[in-house]
């Protein structure tokens, strides 16, 4: 039984009241749950996806809400330019979200490309997006970034090596963030989401995937939960309610990472 027949969200009215948060994979998923979210607490948020035609569905099931949308490829610096354009010089949080799975392929049969293309939406999108958001969060003297790992970057065995690694990645990148930029004001973190219901696709295509990851998948893998339980552990930490949490990475994953 999934958990998300046991759970229902609460928001909390005025949380993000006069906040500016830029939300990145917003339209669908856990972006889209968690830029839904911060918008009914009150927030101004930046909306990005690479999908427009989600992002026009968003808007328009959503009129009442404040979401101002860019639409393209985040790991891209002409997105990344228009995301900061958006934001209108204040960016009050940072919820890096945007990401792709592999398929569960050994490193041995792992091709360039996939590593590549893991690697830049995972990896590189990060870089570029907190790069040029920092600045603003600097001169502000505040500021909270959410990075999305995975079980993957917790453990070996949830994912394939380009994954893996690229989540072991957002880790540390969050680590070293919140170490630097502690002091003046920042705080990064990171979620690691186990089993999620989203539409991303995550085919195993190997054979020895399937032989050594199938077994331990099939029993230890707790019921997936919602994406808006996933949005309710990124936005605490995106929010005032996380203030003195700094450089931590949250397993939301339902009990996976403590088998």
Known sequence: MSTETT?????????????????????????????????????????????????????????????????????????????VAAADGKVDAL?????????????????????????????????????????????????????????????????GAAYTASKHAVIGITKNSAVMYGKKGLRFNAVAPGATITNIEAPMDSALAIEVLGPLMGVNIPAPASAAQLAASITFLLSDDGSNINGQVLASDGGWSAI
């Open 7 to 83: 759970w229902q969200e609460v928001t909390t009215n005025g949380r993000f009241t006069g906040k500016t948060v830029i939300v990145t994979g917003a339209g669908s998923g856990i972006g889209q749950a968690t830029a839904l979210r911060i918008a009914h607490e009150g927030g101004k948020v930046i909306a990005a996806d690479i999908s427009s035609e989600r992002l026009e569905t968003l808007v328009a099931e959503n009129a009442n809400l404040d979401l101002v949308t860019v639409a393209g490829d985040i790991s891209s610096e002409e997105t990344i330019a228009k995301v």
């Open 95 to 159: 919820a890096n979200i945007a990401g792709i799975m592999d398929r569960f392929q050994p490193i041995h049969e792992v091709d360039d490309a996939t590593w590549d293309r893991v690697f830049t939406i995972n990896v590189t999108s990060i870089m570029r997006l907190s790069r040029a958001v920092v600045p603003l969060m600097l001169e502000a003297g505040t500021g909270s970034v959410v990075n999305i790992s995975s079980e993957a970057g917790l453990r070996g065995s949830a994912a």
